[in-house]
């Protein structure tokens, strides 16, 4: 059994959007505030610390996923990816990044890094989803600018052009 | 909105946490997905000295067939339930009501026996536990013991699980009787206002209510309709003793009783 002591720093190695990363945590950190403060990567929003409004939800271990309700602790060993791993390259969008852009399903981009990381899992494992099941996805969400309407069309142009890639890559 | 300062365990044998609970009894607190501990810990409506994680045990993250009884491990998150391909045939009831738990982003880490530990009265799982008549197992260094849902859950928030006991797994039987589930809350996947479920037994229907009073409550009835049925809704829906909160009043509730409890009875006795 292993214990970490309260009050003390304790190492955490996992994999951030692909790269070996390591970190020191108190046993009571969030993964949030451990992306934002120890790792430096401030992609990751906090909203409401209690895992209602989904704004810092990001891809544990390949499933989407509450940073505020998750310890640092607790992810010895997993594979995360935030929004920061979203863009293929510097200056560069993603393909639902590009879609968020062409249908202004952002206004004042609080939500939008949860959004897209829930977003993104769910893209990878059903690039065929309707509207009906990108709206029960975003039902973890709360966004108070957009009315969710040019989120749900930009991720559903996203998943068309996503399957499309899928397809000519089955073909070649 | 932060947690207030704990040791935490990774456990690697299910007995180094019956111990640490042993000696610590409700200075401390088994953590498995966390998606209901985490947001208490983060208001600091829990704060234990020390945290066990159990989520490495790998002998608690199986779902288990044995005849009829299906037996669920305190370390079977909610998505692997909802993505085990026999839930529907198994336990329909269960496959109905588990997409209102919480959301994707929450049934991902979430486990069914955490849910059920936490005792939300609102909470889908606990009410399709007492509606199935399902059980709590649970164990302590020294013995096991298996505690039906209707003597486990004692109130809001509160079982009477012991504090050196941990939930080993809950268990339901697999019956072929038919069920429904329905549920009203202002999101998909919010804490619901109002949730029933309803399953046919041999005289007739058990209707199980989730969301107005301060634990899942169950009332079988008889085969009847018309204004026999009503009248008994509204007895149930009384009895419930409904509070008016934030979310809805008391009257509202009582009327999402009787007519969600309508429906179901009557889809149920079709």
């Given at each position: 059994m292993t214990r970490l002591q309260a009050g003390r720093r304790h190492d955490v190695r996992f994999t951030l959007n692909g790269k070996a990363c390591a970190g020191e945590a108190e046993p009571r950190l969030l993964l949030t505030d451990f992306l934002r403060h120890k790792v430096g990567m401030t992609g990751t929003h906090v909203g409401c610390e209690h895992g209602v409004?989904?704004?810092?939800?990001?891809?544990?271990?390949?499933?989407?996923?509450?940073?505020?309700?998750?310890?640092?602790?607790?992810?010895?060993?997993?594979?995360?990816?935030?929004?920061?791993?979203?863009?293929?390259?510097?200056g560069r969008l993603g393909v639902l990044q590009a879609a968020f852009k062409r249908n202004h399903a952002l206004q004042c981009g609080f939500c939008t890094a949860g959004i897209l990381m829930s977003l993104d899992?769910?893209?990878?494992?059903?690039?065929?989803?309707?509207?009906?099941?990108?709206?029960?996805?975003?039902?973890?969400?709360?966004?108070?600018?957009?009315?969710?309407?040019?989120?749900?069309?930009?991720?559903?142009?996203?998943?068309?052009?996503?399957?499309?890639?899928?397809?000519?890559?089955?073909?070649? | 909105m932060?947690?207030?300062?704990?040791?935490?365990?990774?456990?690697?044998?299910?007995?180094?946490?019956?111990?640490?609970?042993?000696?610590?009894?409700?200075?401390?607190?088994?953590?498995?997905?966390?998606?209901?501990?985490?947001?208490?810990?983060?208001?600091?409506?829990?704060?234990?000295?020390?945290?066990i994680d159990i989520m490495r045990l790998q002998d608690l993250a199986r779902i288990e067939r044995k005849g009829s009884t299906i037996t669920i491990g305190a370390g079977v998150r909610q998505a692997a339930l909802l993505a085990w391909p026999d839930l529907a045939a198994s336990l329909p009831l269960v496959a109905l009501a588990l997409p209102w738990t919480g959301h994707v982003q929450t049934r991902s880490r979430g486990t069914v026996c955490g849910s059920i530990a936490h005792a939300d009265p609102s909470a889908e799982l606990p009410l399709v536990l007492q509606a199935l008549g399902g059980e709590v197992h649970l164990r302590n260094a020294k013995?096991?013991?298996?505690?039906?849902?209707?003597?486990?859950?004692a109130g809001m928030m509160a079982t009477t699980r012991a504090d050196d006991e941990?939930?080993?797994?809950?268990?339901?039987?697999?019956?072929?009787k038919r069920c429904a589930f329905r549920?009203?809350?202002?999101?998909?996947?919010?804490?619901?206002?109002?949730?029933?479920?309803?399953?046919?037994?041999?005289?007739?229907?058990r209707l199980a209510v989730g969301g107005v009073a301060d634990m899942p409550a169950t009332r079988d009835l008889p085969r009847i309709a018309g204004s026999a049925l009503d009248d008994a809704l509204n007895a149930f829906a009384y009895e419930l003793d409904a509070r008016d909160d934030v979310h809805a009043t008391a009257r509202y509730r009582r009327d999402l009783v009787r007519m969600i409890g309508r429906d179901l009875v009557r889809e149920v006795l079709q």
């Open positions: 409004c989904g704004a810092c939800t990001v891809d544990i271990d390949g499933q989407p996923a509450r940073a505020c309700l998750t310890l640092a602790v607790q992810i010895d060993g997993c594979e995360i990816r935030t929004v920061e791993g979203l863009a293929p390259g510097p899992t769910f893209l990878r494992a059903h690039p065929q989803a309707d509207e009906e099941s990108i709206r029960d996805l975003l039902s973890g969400h709360l966004c108070r600018c957009t009315g969710y309407a040019p989120i749900v069309r930009a991720a559903l142009e996203a998943a068309a052009e996503l399957s499309d890639q899928n397809r000519e890559k089955t073909d070649a | 932060k947690p207030a300062a704990f040791d935490y365990l990774r456990a690697e044998h299910l007995d180094e946490a019956l111990e640490v609970l042993r000696e610590d009894g409700s200075d401390a607190r088994i953590i498995a997905g966390g998606q209901s501990l985490m947001a208490m810990l983060n208001m600091r409506l829990a704060k234990p000295r020390t945290l013995k096991r013991r298996r505690v039906a849902a209707k003597d486990f859950f941990l939930i080993e797994a809950v268990s339901l039987s697999v019956t072929g549920e009203v809350a202002r999101r998909h996947g919010d804490f619901a206002i109002v949730a029933c479920a309803a399953v046919a037994t041999d005289s007739g229907v």
